[in-house]
């Protein structure tokens, strides 16, 4: 694939030709710096990928410079929000307080169980992606079973806050 080079910030927004692919297991990380980190693109075809963390600023749950998107399987992230891009494919963004060992349930409007996982980290922000995610539909997040907000399913670039040094639209 082509890619553009842009290089500022010492070339931390550089994009290079390297990919990250996944097509299926189970990938649990559990970081404090960047998460699933590419500085080409990433994408997730299937399985089940669940990131923990981070917790503190600074840094993203995904961060893939060239862009990250999701056509299959679930993503799961949870971390501090302050650094979210977005990502191709349809996803629902939560802002929700969560601590270490908390049990976080996302449901769609029929009330089945798209996403669930237990988190490792103290954390404000879950993002839940994948096959079971359609956008312009709306989500429930529920934290050990108290329902703790909604959200609307989109695609694309974050709409708001810094983001990382990944791609715009």
Known sequence: PSTTATTTFGGMNQVVDAFISITGGELTLNVEGDGLDSNGTAEIFGGTV???????????????????????????????????????????????????????????????????????KTISQVVVAGSSVTEGETYTISVNGSEAGTAIATSGAAAGGMGGFGRRP
């Open 50 to 120: 669940i990131v923990n963390g981070p917790s503190t600023g600074g840094n993203a749950a995904t961060d893939a410079t060239g862009g990250l998107t999701i056509t299959g399987g679930t993503l799961i992230q949870g971390d501090r929000g302050d650094m979210f891009e977005g990502m191709e494919g349809a996803y629902a963004q939560f802002s929700a307080s969560v601590s270490s060992g908390d049990t976080v349930t996302v449901t769609n409007s029929s009330g089945e169980v798209v996403a669930e996982y237990t988190s490792t």
